[in-house]
């Protein structure tokens, strides 16, 4: 039997992690002063309905900061009644948990687009394009475990995201099956986007198809997206197709140099810090209203992270 040693060196800590708390006090202080000020872009929806007695601009706040700081519905109730944030919005009294979550069925997806347009410059150098996969349900591992049948299900949507690689803001989003593919999404994608002028649009192998590259070239974008290994130059209607294998056959550094192509990693950068900091998971059960906080996730991001 191996002895261990007897000699008991002191663990030193090789670097001092200091967190300055007043620093990051008042930088989420003025993350929920951002948060308020977006109920002036909401107040739109105030206008048609007078005698509401809760307006639907102060409710999608409290939606933010329910995203914000992932609570529940309950959470955010007992926080709006406890916190004051109600006589910061000026409600005359607290809202339900079951009122700011029926706040999800008034909103529409094209009106928290048009929102968003107001958050993204119009003219953008460099983009990217590409999907990752959100979960609809919060189970844990034993949960997995214990009744086999949920480990079955695919139970997850797949999040499409047009991303400016410079800025880093969210231009367009839109929810999918877990199944489905990238590439035939990149059309519609674009075409809401047809008001923005961009010079290179970035994604990687899964957009490789020549309908892909006619809608880049279409739009008067230069795609970025590598071609498959054993792609021929005969690339028949698809001349920017054709082009862009003759150009990576002949030197792929260069290429990749030429269009910036290193630079869609911050693609993945910012899902990935979008479910670091709102969560890897989607709350809402109806189908519309997980689109709608996918929206919703995407302006909190849009304001939050790289503010106006």
């Known amino acids: 039997m191996q002895k261990t040693s007897s000699n008991k060196k002191e663990w030193k800590r090789n670097k001092e992690v200091i967190v300055q708390w007043a620093q990051y006090d008042a930088h989420r202080l003025n993350e929920c002063k ?16 007078q005698r509401r007695e809760f307006l639907l601009s ?12 992932g609570i529940s ?3 955010i109730a007992s926080a709006t009644k406890d916190l004051g944030i109600y006589q910061i919005l000026g409600m005359k009294r607290s809202p ?16 928290l687009s048009r929102i968003n347009r107001c958050l993204i410059p119009t003219a953008i150098r460099l983009t990217g394009i590409d999907s990752s996969g959100m979960k609809l349900q919060r189970k844990g591992a034993w949960v997995q475990l214990r009744f086999q049948r949920y480990a079955k299900k695919r139970e997850f949507k797949k999040i499409h995201i047009f991303v400016d690689l410079d800025s880093k803001k969210i231009l367009h989003c839109i929810m999918t099956d877990g199944s489905s593919h990238d590439s035939p999404y990149l059309k519609s994608i674009l075409k809401q986007c047809s008001w923005l002028k961009v010079d290179i649009i970035l994604g990687d192998g899964g957009y490789d198809s020549k309908e892909c590259f006619n809608v880049i070239t279409k739009l008067g974008a230069t795609p970025g997206i590598p071609v498959r290994k054993n792609s021929i130059t005969r690339s028949r209607g698809s001349m920017s197709r054709k082009k862009a294998i003759i150009e990576q056959k002949k030197d792929m550094e260069g290429w990749k140099e030429k269009v910036q192509y290193t630079m869609r990693c911050v693609v993945e950068s910012i899902f990935s810090g979008t479910k670091r900091r709102f969560g890897e998971f989607l709350f809402s059960l109806n189908e519309r209203n997980r689109c709608v906080e996918m929206w919703l996730r995407t302006i909190l991001w849009n304001v939050l992270i790289y503010p106006r």
Request: no cysteine.
């Open 34 to 49: 951002y948060v308020l000020d977006l109920r002036d872009l909401f107040i739109e929806l105030d206008k048609p309905v």
């Open 58 to 69: 102060r409710l999608t706040v409290l939606l933010f900061f329910k995203i914000m700081f």
């Open 73 to 75: 519905f309950r959470g």
């Open 96 to 111: 339900s948990y079951k009122t700011i979550q029926r706040t999800l069925s008034y909103l529409d997806i094209k009106y």
